[in-house]
């Protein structure tokens, strides 16, 4: 066994300069391809699965694209179709000028990348391991032709594991949207992806909690399906600002199924998360 002495020490700040060199942290207009500039990078996350969190990243792009920004989205949820297809580019590829990817472009024309506008077929699983995951992240944010966006939502993989990390640890994200819903263990939750934002020294702009209540067809009463929310006491608990309550809405399903989100969403929802987007991006 090698003594310990002949081995190199590592330069922890060196592999990280190298690596910040290739992925462009240090400015959010460093390392993109072309003439491209992104002016702030918002992450979605949440601390588990199927929160709807594709969903609410789909919303905030089209809200913020209504209020005049130029957002695009990155799907970073590699093993989910939910983002091509809320937009209705389901089994579109994306293309390439030979050196760059061209996103694919939504109909109101926000610009989107996903490993899944690169399958063959849609239902084909995204059987990649992290490294691979990883780079394929660092080419989205490096090698896409993005414009100038004033957004770039990235629409993060449930937990906190590899790629989550990779994500905030290469690419410059400004602030978190933490989204749940109101189930068990929410504040178990939501305390991991804030442990994590605390780690990774990102701000979380605050809380979203989807599939909070229904509104009954028949006699518009308010059902909350999973039962009362807790997201007053959980936001309270970690700090975190509510930025809204979102319903369950058999409408917005059917639209997101059929690719057309960007016409049926109503104006106000989510209003006061995408106040609060634009709020933080005028403080800085
Ligand atoms: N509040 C809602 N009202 C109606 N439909 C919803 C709502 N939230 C989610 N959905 C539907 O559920 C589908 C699945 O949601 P989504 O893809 O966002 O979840 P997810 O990707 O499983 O979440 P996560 O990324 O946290 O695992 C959406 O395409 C949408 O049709
Ligand atoms: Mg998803």
């Known amino acids: 066994m090698a003594d310990i002495q002949d081995t190199p020490?590592?330069?922890a700040d060196a592999i990280r300069a190298e690596?910040?060199?290739a992925v462009g942290r240090g400015g959010s207009d460093s390392g993109l391809a072309g003439n491209s500039k992104i002016a702030h990078v918002i992450g979605v996350v949440s601390g588990k699965g199927g929160v709807g969190k594709s969903f609410v990243t789909g919303?905030?792009?089209?809200?913020?694209?209504?209020?005049?920004?130029?957002?695009?989205?990155?799907?970073?949820?590699?093993?989910?179709?939910?983002?091509?297809?809320?937009?209705?580019?389901?089994?579109?590829?994306?293309r390439?000028?030979?050196?760059?990817?061209?996103p694919a472009r939504t109909a109101s024309g926000i610009p989107i990348v996903s490993a899944n506008l690169m399958l063959e077929n849609e239902s084909d699983p995204v059987v990649w391991r992290g490294p691979m995951l990883a780079g394929t992240l660092e080419q989205f944010w490096g090698e896409t032709l993005w414009g100038e966006l004033d957004y770039l939502l990235i629409d993060m993989p449930p937990g906190t594991g590899d790629v989550a990390?990779?994500?905030?640890?290469?690419?410059?994200?400004?602030?978190?949207v933490i989204v749940s819903s109101p189930q068990d263990l929410v504040q178990m939750v939501v305390?991991?992806?804030?442990?994590?934002?605390?780690?990774?020294?990102?701000?979380?702009?605050?809380?979203?909690?989807?599939?909070?209540?229904?509104?009954?067809?028949h006699c518009g009463e308010k059902?909350?399906?999973?039962?009362?929310?807790?997201?007053?006491e959980t936001a309270a608990e970690y700090n975190l600002d509510v930025l809204g309550k979102m319903p369950i809405d058999p409408a917005l399903a059917d639209a997101c199924d059929k690719?057309?989100?960007?016409?049926?969403?109503?104006?106000?929802?989510?209003?006061?998360?995408?106040?609060?987007?634009?709020?933080?991006?005028?403080?800085?």
């Open 19 to 21: 690596f910040e060199a």
């Open 165 to 176: 990390l990779t994500v905030f640890q290469s690419l410059p994200v400004d602030g978190l």
């Open 59 to 94: 919303v905030l792009a089209t809200q913020l694209e209504r209020a005049g920004k130029r957002v695009g989205i990155m799907d970073a949820d590699i093993t989910g179709p939910s983002i091509p297809r809320m937009f209705g580019l389901a089994g579109q590829q994306l």
């Open 223 to 232: 059902v909350e399906v999973f039962g009362k929310s807790h997201v007053a």
């Open 259 to 284: 690719g057309y989100i960007e016409d049926a969403l109503p104006d106000d929802l989510l209003g006061d998360a995408v106040a609060s987007i634009l709020a933080s991006a005028g403080s800085r």
């Open 96 to 102: 390439s000028d030979g050196t760059h990817i061209i």
């Open 191 to 217: 305390g991991k992806a804030v442990k994590m934002a605390a780690m990774m020294e990102i701000p979380v702009l605050g809380l979203v909690e989807n599939m909070s209540y229904a509104i009954c067809g």
């Open 9 to 11: 020490e590592v330069d």
